[in-house]
């Protein structure tokens, strides 16, 4: 799996808009990029997944650039609830033995 | 609600002691997933089954193992335990036999293990 790399924690004011850039320089051709959400003492929950330019579902935003060595998770108008870990995961879709392994995640505080 | 189903929610029990954690994944998922989440650690992929068979192994310890039975449900063994195997442990279940990221997995609430 490609290796990611996300900053540590992230602070907000409620109302804003969150971006989270994650890293993935070695990213295959065939890699998908996914993005969950972990709030204390619960599992992981699917936020959204991307290949390529911009993905939108009810929750959040996915920018990929063209060359889709990073991708940006974007939160709009993010509430207190929204304080979570996101991790960014890199792989290939419907490929084999490669299971979802979760990085150290980025650790978002959102702030009255 | 996630679908999938972990029992107990908590454990509180002795070094050297042996556990035994369940978990029922989402009806017609076929994959599940177990990992553990220690403070100081992040998400650890311990095993994956599918369709009862055993597809890919992360960094389980030998004292651990795991089974899916024929009605898909799995259990995690956990035994000689040590006060380090404190963790949440969690499962997860996706449709697919592969990698998950090829449809959303589904993460259970978690098995809060204490080793006192």
């Known amino acids: 799996l490609a290796k990611t790399t996300q900053p540590i924690s992230m602070d907000s004011y409620e109302g804003q808009e969150v971006n989270i850039t994650c890293s993935h320089n070695?990213?295959?051709?065939?890699?998908?990029i996914t993005w969950y959400q972990q709030f204390p003492s619960q599992g992981p929950r699917f936020i959204i997944q991307g290949y390529k330019t911009k993905v939108t579902n009810e929750v959040a935003s996915l920018f990929i650039p063209a060359d889709r060595k990073s991708s940006t998770l974007s939160l709009p108008r993010v509430s207190l609830s929204d304080t979570a870990v996101y991790y960014c995961?890199?792989?290939?879709?419907?490929?084999?033995?490669?299971?979802?392994?979760f990085g150290k995640g980025t650790r978002l505080s959102v702030i009255a | 609600d996630s679908g999938v189903t972990q029992t107990p929610k908590h454990l509180i029990t002795a070094t050297g002691q042996r556990v035994t954690l369940r978990c029922s994944p989402r009806?017609?998922?076929?994959?599940v997933y177990w990992y553990q989440q220690s403070l100081d650690q992040g998400l650890q992929f311990l095993i994956q089954?599918?369709?009862?068979?055993?597809?890919a192994k992360g960094n389980i310890l030998e004292r651990f193992s795991a089974q899916q039975f024929p009605d898909l449900h799995s259990e995690l063994n956990l035994s000689s335990l040590e006060l380090g195997d404190s963790a949440l442990y969690f499962c997860?279940?996706?449709?697919?036999?592969?990698?998950?990221?090829?449809?959303?997995?589904?993460f259970g609430q978690g098995t809060r293990l204490t080793v006192v």
């Open positions: 995961l890199v792989g290939v879709r419907g490929s084999g033995n490669t299971p979802l392994v």
């Open positions: 009806s017609g998922d076929l994959s």
């Open positions: 997860a279940s996706s449709e697919g036999k592969g990698n998950a990221l090829n449809t959303e997995a589904f």
């Open positions: 070695n990213i295959a051709t065939n890699d998908y």
């Open positions: 089954y599918y369709n009862g068979e055993e597809r």
